[in-house]
């Protein structure tokens, strides 16, 4: 089971962090990926700022919490990514749906039940 989960969280780190490369290296293109059109050069530059943040952060949380097999690491990825979803089901309540809602909601759904059994399934660092 722990090899199957440090596996599942390593490629889906590797994933996550070509996405975030993506979006520093080309945002408009990424994130027309992500239903996001950037509005000059301010918009870029917060596209390429945060997206790049949130999708890199995850990815390292997850890489290194995999490599290591430190359950603590992944916490910093289900956080970010439950927060994502909790942000989806609040638009979806206040703006409706559109196509194609489900499958970012499951993909971040899915990765916060991996990363929360993985980090009680891998050891915990102390001190």
Same mark, same amino acid.
């Given at each position: %089971?722990?090899? *199957?989960?440090?596996?599942?969280?390593?490629?889906?780190?590797?994933?996550?962090?070509?996405?975030?490369?993506?979006?520093?290296?080309?945002?408009?293109?990424?994130?027309?990926?992500?239903? %996001?059109? #950037?509005?000059?050069?301010?918009?870029?530059?917060?596209?390429?700022?945060?997206?790049?943040?949130?999708?890199?952060?995850?990815?390292?949380? %997850?890489?290194?919490?995999?490599?290591?097999?430190?359950?603590?690491?992944?916490?910093?990825?289900?956080?970010?990514?439950?927060?994502?979803?909790?942000?989806?089901? *609040?638009?979806?309540?206040?703006?409706?749906?559109?196509?194609?809602?489900?499958?970012?909601?499951?993909?971040? #759904? *899915?990765?916060?039940?991996?990363?929360?059994? #993985?980090?009680?399934?891998?050891?915990?660092?102390?001190?």
């Amino acid at each position: %089971m722990r090899l *199957v989960l440090t596996g599942l969280i390593f490629a889906g780190g590797l994933m996550f962090l070509l996405i975030g490369i993506g979006f520093l290296i080309d945002p408009a293109s990424s994130g027309v990926d992500f239903g %996001m059109k #950037a509005d000059g050069p301010q918009g870029l530059s917060t596209m390429r700022a945060d997206m790049t943040a949130f999708f890199v952060v995850a990815a390292v949380s %997850m890489v290194l919490g995999a490599w290591r097999r430190n359950g603590d690491l992944l916490l910093v990825a289900a956080a970010l990514f439950g927060i994502a979803l909790t942000g989806r089901i *609040v638009s979806l309540i206040a703006d409706g749906t559109y196509d194609g809602f489900a499958f970012p909601m499951l993909v971040e #759904a *899915v990765t916060v039940i991996v990363l929360l059994i #993985a980090s009680r399934v891998l050891p915990h660092r102390i001190g």
